[in-house]
């Protein structure tokens, strides 16, 4: 059983135990209903203290459990809470670290409460696409109010326990502890003062008993539902939860219970619900990789160097800086240093404008940055990372220097977007110090950061690095070495049938617009317009030398040749009004294709937008499939992290991998194939990859 039991003088201890944060799962229910049954049969027993061990009171129900059975296995998370309500002997609940969810709802269905300070308290579920099912919107109105409630259910932020505890009127914590540490001797002398209280046999406050009303509730609910439409797209959940506590303030306590229950059962069918369950549990995932476990010791980072001082440069030290962590940033030319120095100035200043950060804390972060034209300043740092131009010739120069200065032990990462690391590593005599730090521009705000893990590169410089994203807040992914590792070598594919699309009949506007329904921050075409298209010229002019059967589109290559690279000429893909960001469709660029269409003798037709987004989406999915058997990553939900981190994945949706397992593989494939038909598209890259075919043949998903 994961709940302890324990007798303090005439006070029953149940401890909940199932590291890391107390999930509700089967066992530790029962073993609450068991321990709640024992205490109520020992005659010496008078009150009950309930708490958690270790970093959490209870981080709610095991998430781990959602799709099995075993989430509705008696007893439920509803019948413990029933079980608490019912005890003859007054039950307090000890908080202390974390009550999320599950977890408050069970506190709520204590007699008593009492809090430490600092404990973080909320019910997130909404940010699981799922809304509190035990109760949690029906009693937590009762105890802080409609509107506090109503807040934390909707948008599902935690808020301090000092916090609630200074709300007038709120009834959620009878008492604060003074310390975590003194928590559990005040809880037994509370439920003693208690026991005590209700030794003439009074009955034993229940929130279920309190009153739930709003002075103007119909109006209120309607100016919330208002905002709630306003803002959350996509996303069921947030009016649910809106619904819930409505009903809390318009039906008996059971009624509203029981119209909670099948709000949230019907949630948790939802896709939008399975898609944020997913990204829980795949973006910790992603921090694990399967051959380096806690056992391999991360080395020490306490000073890093950047080379080069380009946006990328400038970007990357800006994540260390921000995590008080000093950077010696190296440029060959005083003026590019300088102007380095400028746009790191410049992104500051526009979040101090913004409010977003203190002048005092924008000149701490600077006072760490050391600018210098001498790469032998590098000598001491524990980490280097090179941000350099995207030459293999520029990268060879820079390693052999870096190999010669930098101390042993020092980590020797490249920013490199496609290069291959392995040939990288080969330039130094240290290649189990090499590693990819693939960073996403805007390097200071993109979450993604790819770490690239080369053949000899060591286990304890990747745990390393992982540690460290962690601290500067990124989400790191592993990838294998290859043309453009995970995210890249994907995008690559969406691009090309993005270009195959313009031939075949489709305009940019019809391409961008159909992918940004679906769900895309930007389109391709508006994104390669801001990212310039003179980028992805270069790298395909690289790579018709090296794999010169590549077959894609000549509709980039016309465009560049027109001097249009997008947003930084004032004309690309679209065509731009001075200093304006707007995408105008370009009669220019549309005629450009036209007459390409004729060269390649296509007769344009009618291209739909469902065509449209399945050879967009279905092209990721088939070369993620082709990465995952390939070994570059190690599990389908780390392409789905790569998406949704790195490259503007509708999140409502779980990234390109989930998004496959919920069409169905049999589905996709079956497209696929059809795709494979076209004549002008590229037959041999929609042959549905082996992986998908094993799948569908096994009827199974990437996803498990
Ligand atoms: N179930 C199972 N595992 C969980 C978990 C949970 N609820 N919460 C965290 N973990 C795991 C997580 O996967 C990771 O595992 C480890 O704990 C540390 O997590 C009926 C149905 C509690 C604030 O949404 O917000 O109750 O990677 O890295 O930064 O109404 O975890 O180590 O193997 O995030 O210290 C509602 C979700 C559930 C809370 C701790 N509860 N968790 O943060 O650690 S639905 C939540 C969090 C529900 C009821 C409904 C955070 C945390 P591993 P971590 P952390």
Redesign the pocket.
């Known amino acids: 059983m994961t709940a302890e039991y324990k007798v303090q003088d005439d006070v029953a201890v149940i401890t909940l135990n199932n590291p ?2 107390n ?2 799962g089967h066992s530790t229910r029962l073993g609450i209903t068991n321990a709640l049954e024992k205490a109520n049969g020992d005659a010496a027993i008078k009150a009950i203290v309930l708490t958690g061990a270790g ?2 009171f209870s ?6 459990e ?1 799709n099995s059975a075993r989430a509705t296995l008696e007893p439920t ?1 509803g019948s413990v809470i029933l079980a608490l309500e019912h005890s003859p002997k007054p039950v307090v609940a000890a908080i202390h670290s ?1 009550a ?4 408050l ?1 069970l506190a709520l269905g204590c007699h008593y409460r009492i809090a430490a300070p600092g404990a ?1 308290i ?4 909404v ?2 696409g ?5 109760g ?1 919107t029906v009693r937590l109105p009762r105890v802080l109010g409609v509107e506090t409630a109503l807040s934390m259910i909707g948008g599902g932020e ?1 808020v301090n326990s000092e916090a609630l505890a200074a709300l007038p009127g709120q009834k959620l914590f009878d008492k604060l502890a003074a310390s975590p540490e003194q928590l559990l001797s005040e809880a037994v002398a509370f439920a003693k003062e208690v026991a005590a209280k209700h030794a003439d046999g009074s009955a034993l406050p229940l929130v279920r008993n309190l009153p739930c009303t709003h002075p103007n509730g119909e109006a209120y609910f309607q100016f919330a539902r208002n905002m709630v439409k306003g803002t959350v797209k996509h996303l069921p959940a947030p009016l649910k939860c809106l619904e819930a506590v409505e009903n809390a303030t318009r039906f008996s306590f059971e009624d509203a219970l029981a119209k909670e229950r099948s709000l ?1 059962l019907g949630l948790m069918l939802t896709p939008e619900s399975r898609a944020l369950r997913h990204i ?2 795949a973006e ?2 992603a ?2 990789i399967p051959d380096v476990g806690p056992e391999i010791t991360p080395r020490e980072v306490k000073t890093v160097a950047v080379i080069g001082a380009g946006t990328m440069g400038g970007g990357i030290s800006m994540n260390f800086l921000n995590a008080g962590i000093p950077v010696t940033i190296v440029e060959t030319k005083q003026e590019a240093l300088d102007r380095g120095l400028a746009t790191v100035r410049k992104n500051y200043e526009a979040q101090i404008k913004k409010g977003k950060l203190k002048q005092e804390v924008y000149e701490q972060r600077m006072a760490l940055l050391t600018p210098t034209l001498n790469m032998d300043d590098i000598k001491d740092a524990d980490l280097v990372i090179e941000a350099v131009f995207e030459e293999m010739g520029v990268k060879e120069t820079v390693f052999k220097k870096l190999d010669a200065i930098a101390k042993p032990g020092a980590i020797l990462a490249s920013n490199t977007s496609t290069l291959d690391v392995d040939k990288i590593a080969a330039f130094t005599h240290r290649p189990q110090d090499v590693v990819g730090m693939h960073f996403f521009s805007p390097a200071n705000v993109m979450r993604l950061l790819e770490v690239v893990r080369g053949a000899k590169t060591a286990k304890d410089v990747l745990a390393t690095v992982m540690a460290i994203a962690k601290k500067i807040k990124k989400t790191a992914v592993v990838s294998g070495v290859c043309d453009g590792f995970i995210g890249n070598r994907m995008i690559e594919q969406y691009s090309r049938q993005a270009g195959f699309l313009l031939e075949e009949g489709a305009t940019p506007q019809q391409v961008d617009k159909a992918i940004e329904k679906f769900g895309f921050a930007m389109g391709p075409f508006r994104m390669a317009d801001l990212a310039g298209n003179d980028i992805g010229w270069a790298i395909r002019k690289r790579r018709s030398v090296e794999k010169p059967d590549i077959k894609y589109s000549k509709t980039a290559d016309l465009l560049c040749e027109l001097g249009r690279f997008g947003q930084k000429t004032g004309a690309g893909w679209y065509d731009y009004a001075p200093g304006k960001r707007d995408a105008i469709p370009s009669k220019l660029v549309e005629d450009m294709i036209e007459q390409h269409r004729k060269t390649l003798g296509i007769t344009p037709r009618k291209i739909g937008e469902q065509e449209i987004v399945e050879r967009l989406v279905y092209a990721l999915v088939n070369e993620g499939a082709r990465i995952l058997q390939g070994g570059i990553a190690s599990k389908a939900s780390d392409i789905d992290v790569v998406y949704l981190t790195g490259y503007g994945f509708p999140f409502w949706r779980g990234g390109p991998m989930l998004c496959a397992d919920q069409v169905g593989l049999f589905n996709v494939a079956a497209t696929m194939k059809r795709f494979a038909r076209n004549p002008h598209d590229d037959a041999r890259f929609w042959e549905p990859a082996p992986l998908i075919q094993k799948l569908v043949a096994e009827g199974r998903t990437f996803n498990g």
Do not use: N, T
């Not at 981080?59 to 781990?64: N, T, Y």
């Not at 999320?100 to 977890?103: F, K, Q, T």
């Open positions: 890391p944060v999930g509700l970093k959490a981080g709610g129900a095991d998430i781990r959602f998370l974390v999320m969810g599950g977890g709802e973080k909320a019910l997130p579920e940010k699981l799922i809304l509190p099912g035990a949690g935690a949230f829980f549990m910790r995932a921090a694990k």
